[in-house]
């Protein structure tokens, strides 16, 4: 044991045998992460290759820090609804281009970082309520499940309405349907490696139903990702849309991440590496930006390590590795069509709804700005006014009725730079 005191092999009662298969079992279960963001980041207008590689070598860095810094079994990958918010949000709705929006996430990150490494995350995390953290959660699940059904087929734009049910004869809506329930089955059934089983029967299923071009170019170059990494740009850094993109990013890192870590660490048996955990975190996150991601989180996946007996960092680094590994099929990816990605997402966004479980809606102070937060951020389809629009509603309702001084210094000044933004963006 005294070779491994760097993970403290025998204070947490494990052995590195046991760590190693909770980092495979921990793997297997987020490997699905390679292909569906960088599908997203894709969309952005990253070259497709080039989004591969971002996730695998960020996602391993990340797996490194966590095991060699924090010790902990957590794998940090880049997050679902986050990359959503860097695709959709930063460059489809708010029009900056993808070098933009990775100068967002480096800058976003590194407020981050300066938010971990000091008190103010503490300060943060208590300055804004909790049905306002809650109603992100679920609003980014929502907007999860609406970008899934699109992707899918199973909603279009409609006629004589915003949105209608697509064609359900047509075969790429009947592939996404099919995927979908053997997607929900397995995770009912706990099935190891769901989701990556889930995208193997959709693309086998899409193959044979004529969804997949049978020409692909199974060659692998370096080439792409040689115009993404390092490739973030800060030509709008003065200005202040691009100061607002950052908030509403941190916002949502921060917040995501002190749940996430505070529930893993406490699964984990290791509480105390809370604070550690979310600085390696924060500097990931960072990373990002110059791997050209988006930002990394604490994989919700990280509880099957846990419960596979993952103890140390040996289980991150086991994971992370196998991250480096995956290289050898990214010429594979391109394979993978919409109807076998558009069910995790559907999944994943259905699972973060669940949220709305645990939030008190009995103050309709509290209630109506979280519930328009929810509604907000997919009928805008912008994760950053969704947000801005609860915010700004929250302390206007409380002075109203003069319980001005239940809101906190800090959440009035956050509501101010919201509304300073939509009074400037459309003056």
């Not at 397995?186 to 020409?215: A, E, V």
């Not at 000044?413 to 919201?418: A, D, K, N, P």
Request: charged share 10%; glycine share 10%; hydrophobic share 55%.
């Amino acid at each position: 044991m005294r070779k491994f005191r760097l993970f403290d092999i025998a204070e947490h009662e494990t052995t590195i045998r046991k760590e190693m298969v909770a980092g495979v079992i921990g793997f297997f279960t987020v490997a699905y992460i390679i292909a569906v963001n960088s599908i997203i980041l894709s969309e952005a207008g990253i070259p497709f290759q080039g989004a591969v590689l971002a996730t695998i070598l960020i996602s391993f860095v990340g797996c490194l820090l966590m095991g060699f810094v924090a010790n902990a079994p957590i794998i940090l990958v880049p997050g679902m609804g986050i990359n959503a918010l860097f695709t959709f949000t930063l460059v489809q709705a708010k029009g900056f281009s993808w070098q933009e929006a990775l100068g967002i996430v480096f800058v976003s990150g590194l407020i981050f970082a300066i938010i971990a490494f000091t008190k103010l995350a503490k300060l943060l995390n208590s300055a804004i309520p909790q049905t306002l953290k809650d109603a992100i959660s679920v609003g980014l699940g929502l907007f999860l499940m609406l970008i899934g059904l699109e992707k899918g087929g199973i909603v279009v734009r409609g006629g004589s309405s915003i949105i209608a049910l697509g064609d359900l004869s047509d075969l790429k809506v009947l592939a996404t349907i099919f995927t979908f329930i053997v997607t929900i089955v397995l995770f009912l059934r706990n099935t190891k490696g769901n989701f990556l089983i889930s995208i193997l029967f959709g693309t086998i299923l899409g193959y044979f139903l004529g969804l997949i071009p049978h020409d692909h170019n199974m060659t692998f170059s370096m080439h792409e990702y040689g115009k993404v990494f390092a490739g973030l740009s800060f030509a709008n850094f003065l200005s202040f849309p691009f100061w607002v993109a950052v908030f509403s990013l941190t916002m949502v890192l921060v917040f995501e991440s002190i749940g996430l870590i505070h529930s893993q660490t406490k699964l984990a048996g290791s509480p105390g590496k809370f604070k550690r955990v979310l600085q390696v975190n924060a500097i990931s996150a960072a990373l990002s930006g110059i791997f050209g991601s988006s930002p990394t989180v604490a994989a919700v996946e990280s509880t099957a390590s846990i419960s596979a007996g993952g103890r140390t960092g040996i289980t991150s680094i086991t994971a992370g590795t196998l991250f480096l590994c995956s290289i050898f099929f990214v010429p594979y990816l391109k394979w993978i069509p919409d109807n076998a990605i558009a069910p995790i997402l559907i999944l994943i966004g259905g699972l973060m709804t669940l949220n709305i479980r645990t939030m008190d809606l009995k103050d309709i102070t509290e209630a109506f700005p979280a519930v328009l937060i929810i509604v907000m951020i997919p009928f805008t389809y912008s994760i950053a006014d969704g947000i801005a629009i609860g915010f700004i509603l929250y302390p206007l309702l409380k002075v109203s009725i003069g319980k001005a001084k239940e809101v906190t210094m800090p959440l009035y000044v956050i509501s101010g730079l919201f509304l300073l933004n939509f009074i400037l963006q459309y003056l």
